[in-house]
């Protein structure tokens, strides 16, 4: 009788978990827009932009939702602002006025909610982290 027991206890623990391994796993993926992650405060781990730029030499960057990005140098603590936009591609257009035609494009390697990483045209890499 001991043995009969034992044996359902097996197929029963067989059958179940057969049961719950084919079962379809629903994980729902949260996807947030590249917009919506790129907006609020980042670090720069180097300085961004041409030698001659220096509105895009700070090190700390706000960005906000209506296009406009707020550039804070950590030794003088002084604000400016640039404009950005995205492509079609996918790239970050970056702009020191709204009516600027002269744009500094980055493509965009990695955007996630801690880390930022951008490629310039001459393939150098600039890695932000969220403050």
């Known amino acids: 009788m001991k043995k009969i027991i034992f044996g359902l206890l097996i197929v029963a623990a067989g059958a179940g978990a057969y049961y719950?391994?084919?079962q379809k796993k629903?994980?729902?993926l949260?996807?947030?827009n590249k917009s919506t992650l790129l907006l609020g405060k980042w670090k720069a781990a180097n300085r961004i932009g041409s030698s001659d730029s220096s509105l895009l030499a700070g090190f700390?960057?706000?960005v906000l939702k209506d296009g406009v990005a707020l550039v804070r140098d950590s030794a003088a603590s002084v604000a400016d602002s640039f404009y950005y936009a995205w492509t079609d591609e996918g790239d970050l257009q970056i702009r020191l006025k709204a009516a600027d035609t002269a744009i500094e494009k980055f493509n965009v390697v990695l955007l996630n909610k801690d880390s930022l990483q951008l490629?310039?045209?001459e393939?150098?890499?600039y890695r932000f982290s969220r403050m």
Do not use: A, F
């Open 30 to 32: 949260v996807s947030e």
């Open 20 to 22: 719950l391994l084919s």
């Open 123 to 125: 393939s150098k890499l």
């Open 26 to 28: 629903n994980i729902e």
């Open 119 to 121: 490629k310039d045209k």
């Open 60 to 62: 700390q960057y706000e």
